[in-house]
Nanobody, 131 residues
Framework: VQLAESGGGLVQAGGSLRLSCSISEGYFDINSMGWYRQAPGKERELVAAINRNSGSTSYASFAEGRFGISKDDAKNTLYLQLDSLEVEDTAVYYC?????????????????????????WGQGTQVSVSS
């Protein structure tokens, strides 16, 4: 399984970008996918994840309401829509995929999706947001 990100770039604060991750070979052996990011001097952190079979999604708190994860099974591609970008969103964004489904929890009528540890990683794409 190979992952290749594209779509990064330089954008002003408040702007938008759409990241793409093309997954070659074994796409239908993958059950979970996600996006991570790593800013200079910081640890890599999960941005959003999606279960390939159910479409269940999970977002980091900073991504809720601004970012959207989606997939296109016909194109073997994962997307991350980045809206209302802030300077603090500057980072290298990584695409990831996993063989396992992850887990779900149901609390007070809501369903929460927890992605697994991912097995495959892309090389990353730089997103830079200027003020």
């Amino acid at each position: 399984v190979q992952l290749a990100e594209s779509g990064g770039g330089l954008v002003q604060a408040g702007g938008s970008l759409r990241l793409s991750c093309s997954i070659s070979e074994g796409y239908f052996d993958i059950n979970s996918m996600g996006w991570y990011r790593q800013a200079p001097g910081k640890e890599r952190e999960l941005v959003a994840a999606i279960n390939r079979n159910s479409g269940s999604t999970s977002y980091a708190s900073f991504a809720e309401g601004r970012f959207g994860i989606s997939k296109d099974d016909a194109k073997n591609t994962l997307y991350l829509q980045l809206d209302s970008l802030e300077v603090e969103d500057t980072a290298v964004y990584y695409c990831a995929a996993g063989r396992y489904e992850g887990a779900w929890d149901h609390i007070d009528g809501k369903t929460f999706y927890y992605p697994p540890n991912f097995d495959y990683w892309g090389q990353g794409t730089q997103v830079s947001v200027s003020s």
